[in-house]
């Protein structure tokens, strides 16, 4: 018997070692699909929506989720239709303005900076003869951005649409409740996906499209919560909690069973996953955001954000994970932007952190600005701003 408790004890010990090097070396924690219950900042931050009191954040049906009008949170400002920035926009546009619209995730909506220190504030400020609109939205995945141009966008008749794309977003097309993807998410709700459809897409909609609904998963998330896992990835190839779960062993086994498991996004080199559905998904949706682009008539642009372990990564002197997708892109003759070229030859300048503490600095944000207005003048589609003169010849 005595053996045995040894044994236990000795596995115990060796789990917690385990899990403890795991957090302090890949950053990886435990972090369960809760089934039975709400962490209860979650529960918080839905209530809020529900209720309508959330300061920034608004539920859409069509989209999962967006931007109040007139919202007001630590940095962020937007304008009476959801746009961060303090211009209001007419949907007439005007003559004597190139109209860009940026659609993206939180790299292009821009958090931890101010409106005045997002990258297409910068870039409208250093050419008076651009207007450029900021539909990016935190938590957003490239689905959720098609949508967004498709239901709001397109009716501004911008002469060139960027689409931001930052490169951990191929994981949240195959995701339809945040949490399941990311725990500890502050934006607890649901989302609309695609699916594969023969040779398209199919879209599959919000499994919480109403208010009621949310109410229904407040009061009983034990029934609402497993049903949101339906075509949802990672509810699919995640651990749940669990009644053994104070056994450190436990919990390390279930993280190394999901390790395990193949047809994850990415691989655990950071490299796309060409054959995952993920991928497949999102080449589909360029294509398609793409096509839309061009025939209202305007230019479609590819602006890919790299995160900061790509940051790191090139630092470092390694490849960088999503070049095929970058690759497959330029094969299909998109106009593309990888901010990558812009931001790697300054590793001998800066840290990875003076660039991106999660998200781009506000120094960060003036290199995608300037690189961005650059490349689009090198595709012909914005002019060299000409200079005032300074003073009398």
């Not at 303005?97 to 292009?108: K, M, N, V």
């Not at 595709?379 to 300074?390: A, D, F, K, M, Q």
Request: aromatic share 10%; glycine share 8%; proline share 5%.
């Amino acid at each position: 018997m005595g053996m045995i408790v040894m044994a236990v004890v000795t596995l115990e010990l060796s789990g917690l070692v385990a899990l403890s090097l795991l957090r302090k070396w890949k950053d990886v924690r435990y972090e369960p699909v809760q089934l039975f219950s709400f962490a209860e900042s979650h529960r918080k931050m839905l209530a809020r929506v529900v209720s309508g009191e959330a300061r920034y954040t608004v539920y859409s049906r069509e989209l999962g989720w967006g931007i109040k009008p007139n919202g007001k949170y630590s940095y962020y400002r937007a304008n009476s239709k959801g746009l961060r920035g303090n211009n209001e926009y007419s949907l007439e546009r005007s003559t004597n303005l190139t109209r860009i619209a940026c659609f993206g995730d939180s790299f292009t909506h821009c958090d931890e900076v101010r409106n005045r220190e997002t990258w297409p504030e910068l870039m409208q400020h250093a050419d008076s003869g651009l207007e450029v609109m900021n539909f990016g939205v935190g938590g957003y995945g490239l689905d959720q951005a098609y949508l967004r141009y498709q239901l709001e966008g397109v009716a501004y008749d911008p002469q060139i649409v960027l689409i931001g794309f930052m490169s951990e977003n191929i994981n949240r097309v195959v995701n339809r409740f945040r949490p399941f993807y990311v725990p500890k998410t502050g934006m607890p709700l649901a989302k609309p996906r695609y699916r594969l459809d023969g040779d398209g897409l199919a879209l599959v909609e919000n499994p919480l499209p109403t208010i009621e609904a949310y109410r229904a998963l407040l009061d009983n998330p034990q029934v609402v919560l497993p049903r949101l896992g339906e075509q949802d990835f990672w509810f699919s190839r995640t651990y749940r909690e669990g009644p053994a779960d104070f056994l450190a062993t436990v919990r390390l086994l279930k993280m190394l069973r999901v390790a395990a498991v193949g047809g994850l996004p990415t691989s655990a080199g950071c490299v796309y996953n060409t054959e995952s559905e993920a991928y497949r998904i999102t080449l589909r949706l360029f294509d398609q955001f793409v096509a839309a682009v061009a025939a209202s008539g305007a230019d479609p642009v590819i602006v890919v954000f790299p995160d900061r372990k790509d940051m790191q990564r090139a630092w470092e002197g390694k490849s960088c994970g999503y070049q095929v997708l970058v690759d497959w892109l330029i094969g299909k003759h998109y106009r593309v932007i990888d901010l990558m070229h812009a931001l790697e030859p300054l590793r001998e300048k800066y840290t990875v952190h003076d660039l991106n503490h999660g998200h781009f600095s506000p120094l960060g944000n003036q290199i995608v600005a300037e690189y961005v207005r650059t490349r689009l003048v090198d595709y012909g589609l914005i002019s060299v701003p000409v200079e005032e003169p300074t003073g009398a010849p």
